[in-house]
């Protein structure tokens, strides 16, 4: 069972029409839809389940530019921005603070790394350092591991992801929005070669635009118009624990563990070391476009066969119009975290900060992160069909970004000067001959 989000009412009439349907009501699609009614938009926002109810809220927290892909530093310095002011901009608390991140660095090839990021960094006014061992001693008291230092960006911060879209999507309420949850979409359906209205299941809504912001679902609903992505999901375990007193500010990572202050005075706890990949169907389609990442993180990936494979073999089909769908089987992804991992975590965690040797779990999760073979998003229009506009494959850097990316989404669908230069993020870099690929920095 996923954390406990702040509850967001829908809204009392089901529209008939909009200017712009944006299906997902993660971060990433409440942030466009933010966006487009503070442009005065007629936009309406439909999510199968509940806000925020999957990924968005089950993610770290961390509000980054610490060993991002380079591509991806104008629009986080653009989301920063727009995080500094958001619980002003929205009456609500979202948990935004700037306390820095640090990435610890074990070995000297990694603080090369970390060096030539920081080199090419500077061209977009970031400010990161690295920290020797006794100044990462100072920033982290008690600990007891032995590091070359560390990547430190102080101008880093965190927020809340059980409070942060739940936020927006109230403040896009009363600028304007229509929300519908437990509304999921059936079909996008086309006339004349572009998009014209979506199937729910509560009925039909005509529209100009339709924004996809699905996170892992993203994959099925755009093979719904013969549009074919390559996305898989990876699955993250993360855990809070009760309040604890202990004198770190700063998101840390730590390899084998990486933490976080709440505003409950517990502690979001999780790690860089270690992910699940279940195996699939669509693993067996993508594997040439992910194995030049798959061999550089294969240490941190743990493949898995087991149920995931024939679930999505049989059921996992995109919708039609006049049928019950899987988007209404499964309104919430909510897979079971990874036990080991947890115990291991808690074990390290005391290890290596014996302030948090009487640390007690409050609760444990585990979410689906949409990623894409160069650990970028998309987020672009869709050349062969008008209309079609789509957001997804944030990589787990999602949470941080999404203010400016749903900027960025939003100017898209306006045809307005974008907030930063969209060409990184356009869905047709995997057609048109580039070379896709990952940065690693950390």
């Known amino acids: 069972m996923g954390p406990s989000v702040d509850l967001v009412p829908s809204s009392e009439h089901f529209p008939v029409e909009a200017e712009v349907v944006v299906i997902g009501g993660g971060i990433v699609g409440i942030a466009t839809a933010l966006a487009l009614v503070k442009q005065g938009v007629k936009t309406v926002l439909l999510e199968k389940g509940t806000v925020a109810a999957e990924q968005s809220s089950r993610n770290w927290g961390w509000c980054r530019r610490t060993g991002r892909d380079i591509r991806e530093l104008p629009l986080i310095n653009a989301s920063m921005r727009l995080w500094e002011t958001l619980n002003e901009t929205t009456g609500r608390e979202t948990g935004f603070r700037r306390h820095g991140i640090i990435y610890a660095t074990r070995t000297e090839a990694q603080r090369e790394r970390h060096l030539r990021w920081i080199a090419q960094a500077k061209q977009y006014d970031i400010a990161s350092q690295i920290l020797s061992p006794s100044q990462l001693a100072e920033r982290i008291p008690g600990l007891k591991a032995n590091f070359a230092g560390a990547l430190f960006t102080e101008a880093d911060g965190r927020a809340e992801?059980?409070?942060?879209?739940?936020?927006?999507?109230?403040?896009?309420?009363?600028?304007?929005?229509?929300?519908?949850?437990?509304?999921?979409?059936?079909?996008?359906?086309?006339?004349?070669?572009?998009?014209?209205?979506?199937?729910?299941?509560?009925?039909?809504?005509?529209?100009q635009s339709v924004v996809v912001a699905g996170g892992a679902w993203s994959r099925l609903l755009l093979q719904g118009c013969g549009v074919e992505i390559p996305q898989l999901k990876v699955l993250s375990t993360v855990l809070r624990t009760r309040p604890l007193e202990a004198d770190v500010s700063s998101c840390v990572s730590l390899g084998s563990v990486a933490l976080r202050k709440r505003l409950d005075g517990g502690w979001t706890v999780a790690s860089s070391a270690s992910s699940v990949v279940d195996i699939t169907p669509d693993s067996l389609r993508f594997m040439r476009p992910f194995m030049p990442a798959f061999k550089v993180e294969r240490a941190s990936l743990k493949l898995r066969f087991g149920p995931r494979f024939i679930e999505e073999a049989l059921y996992w089909r995109p919708g039609q119009a006049d049928k019950l769908s899987i988007y209404e089987r499964i309104r919430v992804l909510d897979p079971a975290p990874d036990r080991a991992l947890l115990r291991q975590m808690i074990v390290d965690l005391k290890q290596v900060l014996p302030a948090f040797s009487g640390v007690q779990v409050a609760q444990s999760w585990a979410g689906l992160i949409d990623t894409l073979p160069d650990a970028i998003p998309v987020i672009s229009g869709i050349d062969k069909i008008a209309g079609l506009f789509v957001a997804t494959g944030f990589s787990g850097h999602g949470f941080g970004i999404a203010p400016a990316a749903g900027q960025l989404m939003a100017d898209l669908v306006q045809g307005s000067t974008p907030i930063v230069d969209p060409a990184p993020f356009r869905f047709s870099r995997f057609t048109d001959g580039e070379r896709v690929h990952a940065q690693h920095w950390l």
Do not use: D, F, W, Y
């Not at 929300?179 to 199937?199: D, K, M, P, T, Y």
């Open 161 to 207: 992801p059980q409070k942060a879209a739940p936020a927006m999507a109230m403040a896009a309420m009363e600028a304007g929005l229509n929300l519908q949850q437990h509304c999921a979409v059936r079909s996008i359906e086309r006339s004349a070669g572009r998009v014209s209205h979506v199937v729910t299941e509560h009925g039909e809504i005509k529209c």
